[in-house]
């Protein structure tokens, strides 16, 4: 796997620890769990590792962020407002185009309650003021960001917001965060708001007036949309609605475990069927299955499976939904703050400590392609799932 252009730097490193900020200690990049590698044969390691170098990996959705070591230290560190990005971790991670969606909800620099307009754009400036004092990690603003970041050993970072609560009423917001770089967003997390419905909800309205407006906005500024956390209605609305394709970047198969996090095939099949892509979530307890139960890396190919034989491997990706640190740590620390008790409702399940194969950014893709070219998969749909399909709906759905 190709090295990317990293040279040590860490987060922040241009201001002075106790004085310019709180320190807090840090989950470790590298090694904080066992280390996994799917298994496989040194000519099928050769195949993978020859996949990494040559092909683009896209990363649909992911929070590159490092968490402190004790989970409950996380809201503290998040009222901060100041979170650390793992660049070493990164530069593990065979990835040259990630969708990063930052503190997004948890972010509750000035409410207990998150999604406030000043918090989002808090967070991006931080992050962003952090990201402009190194060279391994750039914003990418153009399909040409996207492109150069593989010959240059580099990560294109897309900023995404994953929901469109912050903007409240105000439709022009969402000109503003596209001004500010963000180029992807949800239309509701799991509880709703002026657009639609969240997928906690027992009733689903749908796509509201509101939400056909910023439907609108977003296909015209050139900003991808996507509806992982919407309620069913609210998705299928919203895809009908579009006059894009949409980005479902983060999400599974509600026939393999029932639970209103996942996507119903009625949905999956809507979204692809309007040239949209299916990215497939790996958060700690989403993408379980009844044959694989302790969710690992197996339980999320096989909604992998699913998704494909369901609505074809041209619209499916890989958006995991890892971050560096304790994850399942993190759940219990948010439970309530992101709905995350009736994301899970639906199935009892064992919890485990974290997702064996998947724990974090920097593993995440090179065992994906391990586990494709073990089960024999070709080279062709490699490259889809984990690039070239996502790039294709970045290119239809971003301003040229």
């Known amino acids: ?95 040259d185009v990630v969708i990063d969606n930052f503190m997004n909800g948890s972010a509750v620099i000035t409410s207990h309650s998150g999604w406030k307009w000043m918090d989002i754009i808090h967070d991006l400036g931080i992050r962003f003021s952090d990201f402009a004092h190194q060279d391994m990690i750039y914003r990418a603003e153009t399909l040409d960001d996207l492109l150069r970041a593989k010959g240059e050993g580099r990560i294109a970072l897309v900023p995404c917001i994953e929901s469109a609560t912050p903007i409240e009423n105000e439709v022009d917001r969402v000109d503003v965060l596209y001004g500010l770089g963000v180029r992807m967003m949800g239309i509701t997390y799991s509880e709703s708001n002026g657009l639609g419905s969240g997928l ?11 939400g056909q407006k910023v439907v609108r906005r977003m296909n015209k500024l050139g900003m991808t949309i996507d509806v992982s956390h919407c309620g ?49 979530e790996a958060a700690p307890h989403t993408t379980l299955t009844h044959k694989h139960p302790l969710h690992s890396i197996d339980s999320v190919m096989e909604h992998f499976e699913y998704i494909a034989n369901l609505v074809g491997i041209d619209h499916v990706a890989f958006g ?74 970045l290119r239809e759905t971003w301003a040229r």
Not at 25 to 35: Q, W
Not at 41 to 68: A, C, F, G, W
Not at 356 to 377: A, D, Q, S
């Open 232 to 280: 069913d209605r609210t998705s299928l609305d919203t895809i009908e609605y579009s006059e894009k394709p949409i980005l479902m970047s983060h999400v599974g198969a509600r026939a393999l475990w029932n639970t209103s996090r996942l996507k119903p095939d009625e949905v999956l099949k809507a979204c692809a069927e309007k040239g949209g892509v299916i990215g497939i």
């Open 200 to 210: 906690k909800e027992a009733r689903d309205g749908g796509l509201t007036r509101f």
């Open 1 to 95: 796997m190709s090295k990317k252009r990293y040279n040590g730097y860490r987060s922040f490193q241009y201001l002075e620890p106790g004085t310019d900020y709180k320190v807090f200690k840090l989950s470790k990049e590298v090694g904080r769990v066992p280390p996994y590698v799917v298994p496989v044969t040194p000519e099928e390691e050769r195949t993978v590792q020859e996949i990494l170098d040559n092909y683009i990996v896209v990363s649909v959705h992911e929070h590159i962020k490092v968490m402190p070591e004790n989970p409950a230290e996380i809201m503290e560190y998040n009222h901060c407002g100041r979170n650390w990005t793992g660049y070493e971790g990164m530069s593990l991670s065979g990835v």
């Open 320 to 393: 995991p939904d890892t971050h560096f640190g304790d994850h399942v740590g993190l759940h219990r620390a948010l439970r309530s703050l992101m709905s995350i008790g009736e994301s899970h409702a639906g199935e009892t399940f064992e919890e485990v400590d974290y997702v064996k194969g998947l724990e974090n950014p920097g593993e995440c893709f090179p065992n994906i392609v391990r586990w494709l070219v073990k089960h024999g998969y070709s080279r062709e749909d490699i490259t889809k799932v984990i690039g070239a399909n996502a790039m294709r709906v």
